[in-house]
Every structure is written in structure tokens, then in C-alpha cells.
């Protein structure tokens, strides 16, 4: 059992920067594949970013590639979204997740956080 606690979502201006931190419980934190997902108002939820348990390999979709980083720290059990040139299109909540598999997809992610919002002004 994984549980997942995401912080850092505010509200930005378009051009600025969000970290946002997902902790989680476990002694299995570094067997975990994690990704960060976003669901805008009236959307599916769809991928951002994912990372190995190793953190060897990182995989963005292709609306933040360049824009956003994916880091974890395995000692402290905790994942990061580095998120730079916010644009008011990256307005949505924001979801880590964790799975046993190397996806793209939601439904291949077992354990979910509650989400935090972040708000992108034009």
C-alpha cells in the first residue's frame, strides 16, 4: 500500500514557475514507477510525466517536454514536477500516481494522490 500526498500548486502568471512535491508512505517507494497526471475542468485526465524507480529514465508528453522536469528522491520518498513557462493551457489539477509498470496510461497506475491545483493567469 502506497499513500500519496501531492503539495505545491498555487496560482502563477503565464511565463512562471510551480514545484510540485508528492510524498509518499512506504517502505516500497523505490520499487515504484510515478507519474504526474492533469485533469483540466470538463477533461480526461491525461499524462505529463513519468520516471523509473531508479529515476534513469524520465518521459514527458509532448505539451511539457522542455518545460517541465521529473525528479524523484528515493532517500525521502518523494517525487517533484519542476514546472517553468507555465502556460494558462497548463491550468489543471495535478496528480501523482504510482504503478508496478512503465505507462503513459492512468489506468496502469495503482496508487493516486488527492491532487493539487494549479492555476495558470493569462
Known amino acids: 500500500q502506497v499513500q500519496l500526498v501531492e503539495s505545491g500548486g498555487g496560482l502563477v502568471q503565464a511565463g512562471g514557475s510551480l514545484r510540485l512535491s508528492c510524498a509518499a508512505s512506504?517502505?516500497?517507494?523505490?520499487?515504484?514507477?510515478m507519474g504526474w497526471f492533469r485533469q483540466a475542468s470538463g477533461k480526461e485526465r491525461e499524462f505529463a510525466a513519468r520516471?523509473?524507480?531508479?529515476?534513469?529514465?524520465?518521459g514527458y508528453a509532448h505539451s511539457v517536454k522542455g518545460r517541465f522536469t521529473i525528479s524523484r528522491d528515493n532517500a525521502k520518498n518523494t517525487v517533484y514536477l519542476q514546472m517553468s513557462s507555465l502556460k494558462p493551457e497548463d491550468t489543471a489539477v495535478y496528480y501523482c500516481?504510482?504503478?508496478?509498470?512503465?505507462?503513459?496510461?492512468?489506468?496502469?497506475?495503482?496508487?493516486w494522490g488527492q491532487g493539487t491545483q494549479v492555476t495558470v493567469s493569462s
Open positions: 520516471i523509473t524507480p531508479s529515476g534513469g529514465y524520465l
Open positions: 500516481a504510482a504503478a508496478l509498470t512503465n505507462s503513459n496510461s492512468p489506468t496502469d497506475y495503482n496508487y
Open positions: 512506504g517502505r516500497t517507494f523505490s520499487s515504484y514507477y
